[in-house]
């Protein structure tokens, strides 16, 4: 108030007032229409409309331009933050606008007193442009250093002010000679453009701000599906530990079952989802021996007929287990077919190789591998070279091609300690076990247990 009473005092006066108030309206609407850029900072083009007015009627109407652009303020009539006063907020900024205002129309007047001429109207635009960024920056600053954020306000609008000089200024200076040389009316021009500009960054802002919630929810989705994966692999590591219990001689053979038939499917190529599927159910495929009587799985020599038939349930019963499990749907097939064979005769269903579920091919070949290079009652471990050999002899017809190669040649590139699952890519610590010794496997390779 006390500028305004200050250039009345100095003869100020206020131009065509019906122009003006017409730009004081066009100042709301466009402060109405800001777009917000951070919790405390609105983008608006109100200021090019006041330095419009300071340009054609001086520094009284650029002030009173400036200042009526604040009755567009959203935070006018509500509170928007909890730390904000819309009453205060608004009357600080009412003020600081006038100043603007009236310090841009006193420098393009100064400058339209020594030039008026065409240049002379171009150079004060521009300067009386620089002059009100550079307050308005002054007055951000201040701002913020009462907010404890100075720096985070004079980096968001420092570049913008700056930016602004350059684009707005040659607009509002061609406005201005268009009034005066042209028609008054030719300032209603000046509306559409700033309007639509600010319109256009409020929708790429719009859909910046549904970029970066999607990326937020996409974000969200992968460390949910982490989380559960996490969950699925916990339910099925107990679910081992329970089964070796209760069945001392498999004690480690689920976990490397798991590994052996993961890097297979790496090998092959296979999508590392169904990589990870893979490793989930070779970490499960034994899984329905919990409900085998103790005394076939810990018997001591070879089973009888009826003990092997029972024995092989432990598909069909796996598999009725995981399918409680809305999260093991998927593996539960793969568990009752992990024995079958390529040529038909395996069990539980005897599917031929097609029919077969590829992981359960591959499960098929790590678990008879582990189980040949590993002690069991009825019989010991056969060494590396004689388990290879075996699995050569029967590809093609108990097991899967290419799911054989791509294990020999894992084994063959590999310590002795992976070829014997010792270490703790397999759960334990390498121990100083003798090496296992070649042994005869009664029934053939069909019948590992």
């Not at 340009?55 to 567009?72: C, D």
């Not at 549904?210 to 339910?235: D, H, I, K």
């Not at 018997?299 to 796996?318: A, F, N, P, V």
């Not at 568990?335 to 069990?347: A, K, L, N, Q, S």
Request: glycine share 8%.
């Amino acid at each position: 108030m006390a500028v305004g009473l200050a250039l009345l005092a100095f003869g100020a006066t206020l131009g065509n007032p019906w122009v003006v108030v017409a730009l004081c309206a066009a100042a709301v609407l466009t402060d109405r229409a800001s777009v917000r850029l951070s919790e405390t900072t609105d983008l608006t083009a109100s200021p090019v409309v006041t330095l419009f007015a300071a340009v054609l009627f001086g520094p009284l109407a650029g002030g009173l331009v400036g200042a009526a652009s604040e009755f567009g303020d959203a935070e006018l009539l509500r509170r928007s933050g909890t730390n904000r006063a819309p009453a205060l907020r608004w009357l600080t900024y009412t003020s600081t606008r006038f100043i603007s205002g009236a310090a841009m129309g006193l420098t393009a007047q100064a400058i339209l007193d020594r030039a008026d001429s065409t240049i002379g109207l171009f150079l004060a635009t521009i300067a009386a442009s620089v002059v009100g960024e550079a307050l308005e920056v002054a007055f951000a600053a201040l701002t913020g250093l009462v907010r404890n954020s100075r720096t985070e306000v004079i980096r968001t609008v420092g570049p913008m002010m700056a930016t602004a000089v350059c684009v707005y200024a040659p607009v509002v200076a061609s406005l201005a000679f268009a009034y005066e040389e042209v028609s008054p009316w030719s300032a209603l021009l000046f509306l559409a453009p700033a309007l639509a500009a600010q319109q256009l960054f409020s929708l790429y802002q719009e859909k910046a701000r549904l970029y970066e919630e999607q990326v937020v929810l996409s974000e969200g989705l992968r460390v949910a599906n982490r989380r559960l994966s996490e969950a699925n692999l916990s339910f099925a590591t107990a679910l081992v530990q329970t089964l070796e219990e209760s069945d001392r001689y498999t004690a480690g053979h689920s976990r490397a079952v798991a590994t052996y038939s993961r890097d297979i499917a790496t090998a092959l190529g296979l999508p590392l989802e169904e990589q990870e599927r893979t490793y989930v159910a070779g970490l499960v495929h034994d899984i329905g021996k919990i409900g085998l009587s103790p005394s076939v799985l810990n018997k001591e020599g070879r089973l009888t007929l009826d003990e092997r038939r029972e024995m092989e349930r432990h598909s069909e019963i796996g598999e009725r287990i995981l399918s409680k499990v809305e999260a093991y749907a998927d593996v539960a097939l793969i568990v009752r077919h992990h024995h079958e064979r390529i040529d038909g005769h395996g069990y539980p269903d005897g599917v031929l190789g097609p029919q077969i579920p590829t992981i359960s091919r591959i499960i098929a070949v790590a678990d008879a591998y582990n189980a040949m290079t590993s002690d069991r009652p009825y019989r010991p471990a056969m060494v590396y070279p004689a388990a290879r050999d075996r699995l050569l002899q029967a590809m093609g017809s108990q097991f899967h091609t290419d799911a054989v190669v791509a294990l020999v040649s894992l084994l063959a590139d590999s310590s002795e300690d992976y070829r014997y699952a010792r270490g703790s890519e397999f759960g334990a610590l390498p121990d100083a076990s003798p090496e296992p010794v070649f042994g005869t496997v009664s029934g053939g390779i069909a019948y590992v247990r």
